[in-house]
């Protein structure tokens, strides 16, 4: 069975904590087994990791180039806005991915408009809450079949 890769930056691991009114009452693993059922339906094995450490996630990405992962479903979080280095890991793996953001991330502050990873992702989701990752999990699965 071919495998997704789920990454969550930095504070993801707050989520149904942290301003819910603008990430939800979703918890990060009530999110993390909802896509697993369907990636299980989808024909795929979703393993997941969050860290509010940059290089950690560079670093899976890294070992997910290593390990043959089909493809890469991301939610950098606020290292979109910051990180070439996380840009050029998913360059350099050359591994599919798309990108998730809960929230709108150009109906918030400038700096936040702007995403490193949107110009190398194979699509970008944001704005429609925990159902993002969902969709990002479906399309993802339809580009790898």
Known sequence: MRTILLL???????????????????????IIAKLTTLAQDLGFLLT?????????????????????????????GALSHTSIALRDAITSTQLACIEV?????????????????????????????PLGYELALRALAQQLS
């Open 48 to 76: 997941h990791l969050q860290s509010n450490h940059e290089g950690v996630l560079i670093d899976s990405l890294h070992q997910a180039k290593v390990d043959n992962v089909a493809g890469v479903i991301i939610n950098p």
């Open 8 to 30: 969550n930056g930095p504070n993801l691991n707050l989520l149904g904590h942290r301003e819910p009114a603008l990430y939800g009452s979703e918890t990060l693993p009530q």
């Open 101 to 129: 953001h809960i929230s709108n991330i150009y109906a918030r502050e400038p700096f936040r408009h702007h995403s490193y990873l949107a110009e190398v992702a194979k699509g970008t989701i944001a704005g429609l809450g």
